[in-house]
């Protein structure tokens, strides 16, 4: 059964930074578009950041971009959500997903969701 489990989250100042993880296992973790996903309270699930198969490209929602960055190791399994000048609104539930391809990822069709790391921004 396909894991995913995101770490790192946590309790930051606005301002302050985060870097979340996410550990892939029983996947064939380089033939999926990986991406994080969040969820504040009472609002639905939105699109935070993608990255393709190789790690070459990225696309990013256009509230977090130049705050945030996606990376991933395809070696060790693993996705990463550097997260800087964090703000009071960034306060969510952060989830990683897996998909087949950029679009759908995009259009929150995905494959396999992790169960979520919290984040909390104070002001």
């Known amino acids: 059964q396909v894991q995913l489990v995101e770490s790192g989250g946590g309790l930051v100042q606005t301002g302050g930074s985060l870097r979340l993880s996410c550990a892939a296992s029983r996947l064939t973790f380089g033939s999926y578009v990986m991406g ?46 550097q997260m800087d000048s964090l703000k009071p609104e960034d306060t969510a539930i952060y989830f990683c997903a897996a998909s087949s391809n950029i679009n759908m990822i995009k259009n929150k069709i995905v494959d396999f969701w992790g169960k979520g790391t919290l984040v909390t921004v104070s002001a």
């Open 36 to 81: 994080w996903f969040r969820q504040a309270p009472g609002k639905e699930r939105e699109f935070v950041a993608a990255i393709s198969w190789s790690g070459g490209s990225t696309y990013y929602a256009s509230s977090v971009e130049e705050r945030f960055t996606i990376s991933r190791d395809n070696a060790k399994n693993m996705v990463y959500l």
